[in-house]
């Protein structure tokens, strides 16, 4: 989510617009007039016509703005229509499934392997819930919050092992399905809040597992070179199409249809990520993974002496 733009410039291009419409409509009425009484006065028809041109050329950009403006609107009204979308689906399956669990301990006994089974399908519920949760104040908080004086610096590989731990747990998959490539040789240190740190890596590893084919297979792995850590997320996905590697970065957006998606999610993820990484004065791009197959995201953040 973007900040919130004011509302004065938008209202002041509107009144300059109307206001040089209503000096071209006088203008030519005056051109008129001075026609229909034979004025040969020369120097007041090229003031008129100096005059007119310029007020031209300012409606023109104004009207351009305009409809620059109104793309933009209904781009971002789609975006929210998908949002919405995405987040009441969000809502409605857990909650859907928590009911019915509730509702099938509570009408009748079960055996306590079945009572332990519920009580695991209700806990993932609730997790799954706390997840969006968190995204949306996550999203909240990085747009209104202002740069550090003295940014802090963080223990890069820590992170990441705490990340790569929560993500495998959280969809079940093995360990072993995130390598993270650390030889413990060098301490990677970036300038940034851990909290910030761990928000951007747990979102790309988020969908790294989610978007990958089954068996997922991610690859972590983190170099520094002339004051700029690297880390690389690596999936075997099916990949994002070319015309799509920025978009994807925008608010809300999410590729395909809401309706036919299987996989959750809000749109939010990889806005956060980038917003972030802005914030900590750094840069993230997505390319196509190796031997062209999967998603590669590198960021690109400032090391810490």
């Given at each position: 989510?973007?900040?919130?733009?004011?509302l004065?410039?938008?209202?002041?291009?509107?009144?300059?617009l109307?206001?040089?419409?209503?000096?071209?409509?006088?203008?030519?009425v005056?051109v008129?007039?001075?026609?229909?009484?034979?004025?040969?006065n020369a120097a007041?028809?090229?003031?008129?016509?100096?005059?007119?041109?310029?007020?031209l050329?300012?409606?023109?950009?104004?009207?351009?703005?305009?409809?620059?403006l109104?793309?933009?609107?209904?781009?971002?009204?789609?975006?929210?229509?998908?949002?919405?979308d995405?987040?009441?689906?969000?809502?409605?399956?857990?909650?859907?499934?928590?009911?019915?669990?509730?509702?099938?301990?509570?009408?009748?006994?079960?055996?306590?392997?079945?009572?332990a089974?519920?009580?695991?399908?209700?806990?993932?519920?609730?997790?799954?819930?706390?997840?969006?949760?968190?995204?949306?104040?996550?999203a909240?908080?990085?747009?209104?919050?202002?740069?550090?004086a003295?940014?802090?610096?963080?223990?890069?590989?820590p992170?990441?092992?705490?990340?790569?731990?929560?993500?495998?747990q959280?969809y079940?998959?093995?360990?072993?399905?995130?390598?993270?490539?650390?030889?413990?040789s060098?301490?990677?240190?970036?300038?940034?809040?851990?909290?910030?740190?761990?928000?951007?890596?747990?979102?790309?590893?988020?969908?790294?597992?989610?978007?990958?084919?089954?068996?997922p297979r991610?690859?972590?792995?983190?170099?520094?070179?002339?004051?700029?850590?690297?880390?690389?997320?690596?999936?075997?996905?099916?990949?994002?199409?070319?015309?799509?590697?920025?978009?994807v970065?925008?608010?809300f957006?999410?590729?395909?249809?809401?309706?036919?998606?299987?996989?959750?999610?809000t749109?939010?993820?990889?806005?956060?990520?980038?917003?972030?990484?802005?914030?900590?004065?750094?840069?993230v791009?997505?390319?196509?993974?190796?031997e062209?197959r999967?998603?590669?995201?590198?960021?690109?953040?400032?090391?810490?002496?």
């Open positions: 989510m973007e900040p919130r733009r004011s004065g410039w938008p209202i002041l291009l509107g009144v300059v109307i206001a040089s419409i209503i000096a071209l409509t006088v203008g030519w005056l008129s007039i001075a026609a229909a009484l034979g004025s040969t007041f028809y090229w003031a008129i016509l100096a005059v007119g041109v310029a007020l050329v300012v409606v023109l950009a104004g009207v351009i703005v305009y409809l620059a109104t793309i933009k609107a209904i781009a971002l009204s789609q975006r929210q229509s998908n949002f919405i995405s987040v009441t689906h969000e809502l409605k399956s857990p909650l859907a499934s928590l009911q019915l669990s509730l509702q099938t301990v509570t009408r009748r006994p079960l055996p306590a392997d079945q009572q089974d519920f009580h695991r399908i209700m806990l993932r519920d609730v997790q799954r819930l706390d997840t969006l949760i968190d995204h949306l104040l996550d909240a908080k990085t747009l209104h919050r202002r740069p550090a003295v940014p802090a610096v963080t223990e890069l590989v992170v990441l092992r705490q990340v790569c731990a929560a993500v495998t959280r079940g998959v093995p360990a072993e399905s995130i390598d993270l490539e650390d030889d413990g060098q301490a990677l240190r970036v300038k940034g809040r851990a909290a910030d740190v761990e928000i951007v890596f747990r979102n790309l590893l988020d969908n790294a597992v989610k978007y990958a084919l089954p068996g991610v690859r972590v792995s983190a170099s520094v070179q002339r004051g700029r850590v690297t880390v690389n997320v690596a999936d075997n996905g099916p990949g994002i199409p070319a015309g799509e590697r920025q978009r970065f925008r608010r957006v999410r590729l395909g249809s809401e309706l036919e998606r299987s996989t959750p999610g749109g939010l993820g990889l806005f956060l990520v980038r917003s972030l990484v802005r914030q900590m004065r750094g840069s791009t997505v390319q196509p993974g190796r062209g999967g998603t590669l995201v590198a960021v690109d953040l400032p090391a810490a002496p």
